[in-house]
């Protein structure tokens, strides 16, 4: 099932807003589709386009029109930190941009990083096309790319083709059994994979997205899913140990029948709480694991397991298969939503298939007696925060880029730690990295050194920073 091409019922409704009421249905989606398509420039090749979405309409319509036209997309959250965009915009001067934000609006009041752009000849707000475009070799498979690393912006990118997208959609609809009775809502922004997921089954299955900005704890948001009927929510570790201290699972949401969990390990207290919340009011509750170079999801449990399985990130999707490497323990997936592999400049887009559907994810893992797989640590240098994804490396270098200091970050799952060599503001930093990195101050500890540790060749030494346990106190020497 091409999810893209939307061969549903034509008056079957395909996407709701979740404030005004609104309705479009799958012969109005697909209308609004082809007009977007006709509308991008034509540059004599498969063309580059970025896209700054949110979870509107416009974002969605955009998304399926850029698929449809075989142009390739890099999906951007709207809410990007401006000089992070600027700075993808420099590197891939993509061929068009979509803001449905009406950044476009006039070519007057074009921010800086839009001045080698021009609205779009076919009068599509939002829609802005690049005066001179570049000379850019895509494959051909190249359907779509995915930022790594959560809101840092970062260059490396994955590269995702048709066929990783349907394969992911089709196998994630078929283990949660949607169907066209579906009626999501967008808990998640779309740009993100886990988000992106969503919207892909949903399609495949003939359902209709609640399409909604509002935050999970937000009135609005609980009045949508129930005045909506909304039977599924989605959903990261924090958004649930958010959503249980304040009782509002235990309260909305009558019309839900499916809740899933990925983005991070949630903890097991809060997974025994939701499995016994789930019991008492009807719903089926799925913890998932997954990786946007696996183009959102990788493994499953069972929601009739996961009261015996707790701990677990189950077993692998349909059509996929887990091991584990014999030596280092690592977890490898085998899959046909296998990205094709990373783009870091724009030489890397006319790259093929450099993975062959095998996925070494970076962590480590053991296989219990039933075939289920548990974690039990990770081998590359990233965080999941809030449910997405930092790549630490990335971190350090805006630290660098902002102040010229050299730091080293560490961290888990709920704390990010960046020791920062020679400096005397540190509060200062930490509210520069919280606005940058749109994170609380809870769980970012910015920590002054008068030397960061180094081996005997001179690399940072992350494993004697982790070990310090540092805290806002603390000093390290070398």
Request: overall charge negative.
């Amino acid at each position: 099932m091409q999810f893209w091409k939307l061969n549903h019922p034509e008056s079957a409704i395909a996407a709701l807003d979740a404030r005004s009421g609104r309705e479009w249905s799958y012969s109005a989606l697909r209308a609004d589709v082809g007009r977007f398509h006709a509308a991008l420039p034509d540059v004599g090749r498969k063309s580059l386009g970025f896209l700054l979405a949110t979870n509107r309409y416009e974002c969605l319509v955009a998304y399926l029109g850029a698929l449809n036209a075989g142009s390739a997309l890099l999906l951007l959250d709207e809410s990007l930190d401006a000089g992070l965009l600027s700075e993808l915009l420099d590197l891939y001067r993509p061929d068009w941009i979509f803001e449905s934000g009406g950044a476009a609006g006039s070519a007057d009041l074009l921010p800086p990083e839009f001045a080698a752009y021009r609205e779009s000849l076919a009068g599509v707000a939002g829609l802005m096309e690049r005066r001179a475009p570049q000379n850019l070799e895509i494959h051909p498979d190249l359907a779509l790319l995915l930022n790594t690393s959560g809101s840092t912006g970062s260059p490396k990118l994955v590269r995702l083709t048709l066929r990783n997208l349907e394969a992911n959609a089709e196998a994630i609809a078929s283990y949660l059994r949607l169907d066209s009775r579906e009626r999501p809502i967008t808990s998640l922004p779309m740009p993100y994979s886990y988000g992106l997921s969503v919207i892909n089954s949903h399609l495949a299955a003939g359902a209709t997205i609640v399409l909604s900005e509002d935050g999970v704890l937000r009135r609005e948001f609980w009045d949508a899913v129930d005045t909506h009927a909304c039977t599924s929510f989605a959903g990261v570790p924090y958004t649930y140990q958010l959503l249980l201290q304040a009782g509002l699972l235990s309260k909305r949401g009558a019309s839900l029948r499916t809740l899933t969990q990925a983005g991070g390990r949630l903890d097991e207290r809060r997974i025994e709480e939701m499995v016994s919340l789930a019991g008492k009011r009807g719903w089926k509750f799925f913890v998932m694991y997954g990786q946007t170079e696996a183009t959102a999801r990788i493994s499953y449990v069972p929601h009739d397991e996961l009261a015996r399985k707790v701990g677990s990130v189950g077993i692998a999707i349909p059509g996929g298969k887990l091991s584990t490497d014999e030596v280092s323990g690592e977890l490898i997936y085998s899959g046909p939503n296998v990205m094709m592999g990373y783009a870091e400049s724009p030489g890397d887009l006319a790259k093929g298939d450099e993975l062959n559907g095998v996925l070494r994810t970076g962590d480590l893992a053991r296989r219990d007696e039933d075939g289920y797989f548990y974690m039990t640590g990770r081998l590359k240098r990233f965080l999941k925060l809030f449910g997405k994804r930092f790549n630490l490396d990335d971190v350090e270098r805006i630290v660098s880029r902002e102040t010229g200091l050299t730091a080293g970050c560490f961290g888990r799952d709920d704390l990010l730690q960046i020791a920062v060599e020679g400096s005397e503001n540190v509060e200062v930093l930490r509210e520069l990295l919280c606005k940058k990195l749109d994170l609380p101050r809870s769980i970012v500890n910015v920590i002054a050194v008068s030397k960061l540790p180094r081996t005997v060749n001179g690399k940072l030494d992350y494993q004697r920073l982790s070990e310090a346990g540092l805290h806002p106190a603390a000093v390290v020497t070398g």
